[in-house]
Every structure is written in C-alpha cells, then in structure tokens.
C-alpha cells in the first residue's frame, strides 16, 4: 500500500508578545521611530480629515513627553497598570499615587524602595498583596 501524503495546514505566526510590548514601551519613550503617523484634523465644515505627521517629529515629541514624566508614573507605565492598580498593588492611597505623578510630592525612602522593588520583581508585590 502507498502512503499518501499528508498536507499540512500552515499555521499563522503568532507575534511574541513580549517583542512587541518592547517595541511599544521604545515607541512611547521615543527611543523608537513610528513609521507612520497620522492626525485628525476637523474642518469648517464638520468632516474629517487624516494629515500625516512627519515619525521623527512624533519621536522628538514622545521622547520629550516622557523625560517630563515622574518616576513613579515611568515605573507605572512600564509595569501596564492603572493608577489604581498601582496604587493597591503598592498598598498606598490612589490621591497619594496621583501627588507622586503630578510631582506634587514625593516618595518617601520606603516607598521609593518599593517602587523600585515593583520594577524588578511585580510578581513579589502581587504575591504578598494577595
């Protein structure tokens, strides 16, 4: 009896996820240049229109908009949590975080450690809050 051969279907590439959430967090620090970028713009007359905008300038931009950003709300950001999931994962008040962010006040040396802490090791803050 002859084999007969067997066909397989080709599978899609998964993306990784973890390549892409670093390509997002380099696009958001504007380490990274976009490649295309695009503004909405509204006419006079009530309809839409798209204006492309030129990537290095929105890089320019992004890197400017996250070097003015607190610590607190870098670290945040780059662990993917709301202000309040932050602020409970740090066991603080979410007007506290909030302060931190705006630059209103600053972090006590304990609370800067475990702000530092839930940079390197989230899952030890999420193991010991649950």
């Known amino acids: 009896m002859k084999a007969i051969p067997t066909t397989t279907k080709a599978t899609a590439r998964t993306p ?52 003015a950003k607190s610590e607190v709300a870098k670290v945040r950001q780059s662990l993917d949590l709301t202000q309040e999931a932050f602020a ?10 909030r302060s931190w962010e705006q630059k209103k006040r600053e972090p006590s040396g304990a609370a800067r450690m475990l702000i530092a802490i839930a940079l390197k090791h989230p899952e030890v803050l999420r193991e010991a809050v649950a």
């Open 16 to 67: 990784d996820a973890a390549g892409l959430k670093a390509k997002k967090d380099a696009l958001e620090r504007g380490e990274r240049t976009p490649s295309r970028v695009f503004r909405i713009e509204k006419k006079s007359d009530g309809t839409f229109s798209r204006v492309e905008v030129n990537p290095e300038t929105q890089r320019r931009k992004s890197a400017k908009v996250w070097e």
């Open 88 to 97: 409970d994962l740090l066991g603080i008040g979410l007007s506290t975080l």
